[in-house]
C-alpha cells in the first residue's frame, strides 16, 4: 500500500488497532502471554494469537492492560528507551536513563513507571542507594529493542505516525466509507500510494517496518504450503524484499523476482542488503499496468486487502494470464471467519483498511469467489496460527487444455455477472479445502 507515486506494497499496517480494546477485552479467553508466539506484532498488541501456548494467567492478565494506552509505547520506541536499556551493561535509574537521552527526569521517571505496568520494563529498588532502576522485560528485548531480529520498532513508528493518526477519524471513514489520509494528512487518495507514502522518509519507514514484519511472520506463511515446486517465484508488490529473503531461506532451490514500482525498487536497493547468490532481483513496474515477470508462483502478501473486489479481480486475471501452466499463486492474508464476525484481531485489520485503503479483509468464500473466476482451481486455505494465513490456488496444468480453462473463466465471470453466488459456474466444491488449526 504505501509509496509515493503509487506502489503496491505488502499491505498497511501489520500492528492493529488492537490496542483500541478496553483492558481485558481480548478475542478469546487468553491462554498465556504472546511474546512466544510467531506473531510479534500481534502480541505487542496484545491480543491472543492463534496457537499460544498456556502461561501463568495473572502474567497475562496484566500485559492486556497494555491496551488501553499504545501511546506509551509509541512515546517510549521514538525515545529510544528500550534500544539504551539494551545497550546498557546493567539496569539504569530514571535519571541516567534521561541523561542519556537528552529528555526531562520529570517525563521520564512517570514513563519508566508507566511502561513497568504494563509489563514492558522490569524495575527494582537497589538496596542502599534509595533508587529504582530499570531494564527492558523479555518482550521488551525481543520486539522493542532495534538491534533484535525479531525488532517490530519500525512498524510501531509507522504506525504512531501514521495510522494511529488515520484512525483518529474511524467516525467520518465509517459516514463516508472511505479512507481518512485527507482528513488525517491534508493529503488526496485518489491515488492510494501516493497518499500512503506521503514522503521518502515515510516510505523508508514501512519499508523497513515490513521487514520487521516479516522476519516473524514470514516463515510461517510461507511453509504453511510445501512451495518447492515453484522453482521460479515472483513476489508482486514484495517492497523491501523481506519477504523473498525469507523465502530463498527457506526453499534452498528457489529464485525470486521482486516486482514492484520503480521508486519502491530504488529505494530497496540504496537502503536494504541481499545474499550475494544471486537468487533475488527486481523489476519495476506497475502490476496493474505493466507485463508480468513469468514464473512458477506469484506471491501476493497483504496486497488483495488494499483494494475493492473489482481491482483484485483485474490484478487476479493479469496473475493468470502470465503464470506458467501447472503454477500457481499465494496469497498471504488475514482470514476472517466463515461469518466474517472474527477473530477481532482480522475485524480491527478490516476497520484499519476503511481508514486507509480502498479494501476489506475477507473471509476464505470471498477469496476463493476471487480466484475462482480468473481460472484458477484447487484452492487451498490454511490457517496459520499466526496473524497472517494462506491460500494456495493452481493453474491448471497444460493436458487440461487452455482453451477449456478459457471456457471456465469465460463461464464463471458469466456467473458473477448474473450474481451468481460462490462456488461460480465452473468451480468443483469438492476441490476447496479449509484447513483450520485447532
Known sequence: MPRAGGSHRHGTCPVS?????????????????????????????????????????????????????????????????????????????????????GISCRGTEQLLDACVLLKLLHVEMRRGEGKSVYANTELASAYLAGTSPTSQQHMLLYVARTTYLCWAHLAEAVREGKNQYLKAFGVPSEELFSAIYRSEGERLQFLRGLGDVWSVEGRGVLAAFDLSPFPL????????????????????????????????????????????????????????????????????????????????????????GACRTGGGILVIESLLDADGRGPLTTQLYSLNMLVQTEGRERTPAQYRALLAPAGF??????????????????????????????????????????????????????????????
Not at 60 to 75: D, H, I, S
Not at 241 to 265: N, Q
Not at 401 to 428: D, H, K, N, Y
Open 17 to 101: 488497532p488492537a490496542w483500541l480494546l478496553p483492558a481485558g477485552q481480548p478475542e478469546k479467553e487468553p491462554s498465556g502471554p504472546c511474546i512466544d508466539g510467531a506473531s510479534a506484532h500481534q502480541a505487542l498488541a496484545y491480543t491472543p494469537h492463534r496457537g499460544t501456548n498456556p502461561s501463568s494467567p495473572g502474567e497475562n492478565k496484566a500485559a492486556f492492560g497494555f491496551c488501553r494506552c499504545p501511546q506509551v509505547l509509541f512515546a517510549a520506541c521514538e525515545l529510544g528507551v528500550f534500544d539504551l536499556l539494551a545497550e546498557a551493561p546493567g539496569p539504569l535509574g530514571s535519571a541516567a536513563v534521561a541523561a542519556h537521552l
Open 233 to 320: 517465484v515472483c513476489d508482486l508488490g514484495g517492497c523491501s524484499g523481506a519477504l523473498a529473503k525469507e523465502c530463498t531461506s527457506l526453499y534452498a532451490g528457489c529464485h525470486v523476482t521482486v516486482f514492484d514500482m520503480p521508486d519502491v525498487v530504488q529505494m530497496a536497493k540504496r537502503h536494504f542488503s541481499f545474499p550475494e547468490d544471486g537468487r533475488i532481483s527486481f523489476r519495476e513496474g506497475d502490476f496493474f499496468k505493466d507485463p508480468l515477470p513469468e514464473a512458477d508462483l506469484y506471491l501476493l502478501a497483504r496486497v488483495l486487502h488494499d483494494w475493492t473486489d473489482d481491482k483484485c479481480s483485474r490484478l487476479l486475471a493479469r496473475i493468470h
Open 377 to 438: 482451481h484447487d484452492i487451498q486455505c490454511r490457517r496459520t496460527g499466526g496473524t497472517y494465513d494462506a491460500i494456495l490456488a493452481r493453474k491448471r496444468h497444460s493436458h487440461r487444455g487452455e482453451a477449456t480453462g478459457s471456457s471456465e473463466r469465460r463461464s464463471s465471470w458469466i456467473g458473477v455477472a448474473l450474481g451468481t453466488p460462490a462456488p461460480f459456474l465452473s468451480v468443483q466444491s469438492s476441490s476447496l479445502e479449509d484447513i483450520r488449526s485447532v
